[in-house]
């Protein structure tokens, strides 16, 4: 091999004379072109002050120059530095942009109590936030989930300092979240976690393994729901405080606007959220709840986008998920069109041409957008299916009853029991992030009662929210029941339509705790299904499914009427739960659809 003679090292004068040219074409270049001014100033530790005189800790992008600029913000548990490149294109767009970290979260100051107070705190924020130097005094407001949420809670405390909002897959405080329908969801104790402390706990809160363990020692009666902070570490005051408070009472109902807040706010207001977003049901309580108490003018300014998105595709949709596949039309820049639809109700633009009128929905199936001047409007007829055994059992899918267009007539109840002494080996999951929304996992399991339509004779589109009226019996007095809607195409594809899921305490609503009376028949509203939209196409059939909530990630009903989240395996009943169908009790399952259904032969 070939060595290579090594290189003679400079003298130190030529290394001095080098390094003096270089030098001066150094200076030379920067004299001729002096820098670019950065495209974004970051402010990053500010200080806002509260009525209270606690100070909350702002980050803030905005143009550089000494012009002025609307400001928008969001209001976060999570930290200002998770916005950073969202911030980037608001900035890109002329406006300024802030993130503010929630009391006692980050380096504000105060102490951190989930979901509450972030009225005050937001409309102060704003009024801060307007009076900047580089602020043209209008202040607007976006983000996600909590963030959503503290939109609202900002609104309502005063509406005039918030000149647009965008809240997207809100949580309602009490309603959706923590406890929709009365039963917790495990998703808290992460969260808490997540939450707890000033900085953030990314790992600990992505341990899925880790919580999913702690949730099935609860679901197993292994210890108290409500023992679950102390096997955990999660911080134990606020699940506490959530837990002494299973219903809609004057704790949550503080959380959230009044009436007459909801008539003040007159703010140009967009909803987002999709038919997979676990908080779509806050988001829609929201949306109707404003319109419902608001006045012409505020009515005509919010609207509404609603797409096949997950609670996380609301904000970054996708067209893959959960076993289905979107057209790419339904992939939107949501952060280009807040964009876009801010400067249309600020600044007199153009309104974004994928919000042609105040309802805008995603139809699967079709792959297409449509709009409607409100939710009502979408689909004005009403497809209707009576349940009956048919001299089956409905125990089993290939036993199944029958939905049908005709009255029944006397027949007994289908029944299944439910006994939380008996645990699955493969625990059921929730229609969540991994949830496959195009096969039916349990369908072979016991414990659940199955209904089948005859073949549609045409094609329908259903959109909007099912509504499933059941004549229920028990004989305990506490027991969840859960129903799920599956297209089966002519092709025996699946297609998850929606599931609803009530607690018999609760089966009233959540500010009406009664305990189911044993032997008593009661007809149950299950009118809480996700709004959905989709093309059913001729040929398919309908299921119907009713079984148990027996999942890890919620709480366990041990059935025995106890107190909510402190019972155990050793205060567990078996429950029998029958289903009348007859003339006398019957029980209906009700699809809002597009086109006025053919029901002149029993499909």
Known sequence: MRLRSPRRAPRPAARLLAALLLSLALSATFAATPPAPPPVIIEADLRAPMRDGTELAVRVWRPTGNGRHTVVFQHTPYLSDETHTRALKFVRAGFAYASVDRRGRGTSGGEFRPMEGGGPDGADAARWLAGRPWSDGRVAMMGGSYRGTMQWQAMAEDPDAIQAAVPTASAYPGDDFPQPRGIFLGFILPWLAYVDGRAGNAQWFADNALWRSHFERAWRGEIAFADLPAVSGAPQAPFARWLAHPGYDAYWQAMNPTPAQYAAIETPVLSITGYFDGDQDGALRYHREHLAHAGPRARANHWLLI?????????????????????????????????????HVLDGAPRPDALPDRVTYYVMGAEEWRSAPNLDAVAPHT???????????????????????????????????????????????????????????DALQGGQLFFHSEPLPRAQTLCGRMSFDASIELDVPDTDIQVEVYQVTPRNELRWLGRDFKRARFRHGLDAEQLATPGAIDTWHFDRFPWTCRELEQGSRLRLVIAPVDTPELQRNFNSGGRIGHETLADARVATVRLHHSAGHPSVLHLPVVEAPDTTRDE
Request: aromatic share 12%; net charge negative; no cysteine.
């Open 307 to 343: 797409g096949p998105w997950s609670h996380a595709g609301t904000r970054y949709p996708t067209a893959k998920l959960g076993g289905l596949t979107f057209d790419e039309a339904a992939v939107l820049d949501i952060d280009a069109l807040q964009i876009d639809w801010f400067k």
């Open 383 to 441: 497809l209707s299916f009576q349940l009956s055994g048919g001299g089956l059992p409905a125990d089993d899918v290939f036993r199944s009853g029958r939905l049908q267009h005709g009255p029944t007539g006397a027949e007994p109840p289908s029944v299944y029991r439910f006994d939380p002494h008996h645990v699955p080996d493969r625990p059921a999951a929730l229609p969540m992030v991994e949830f496959d929304y195009t096969t039916h996992g």
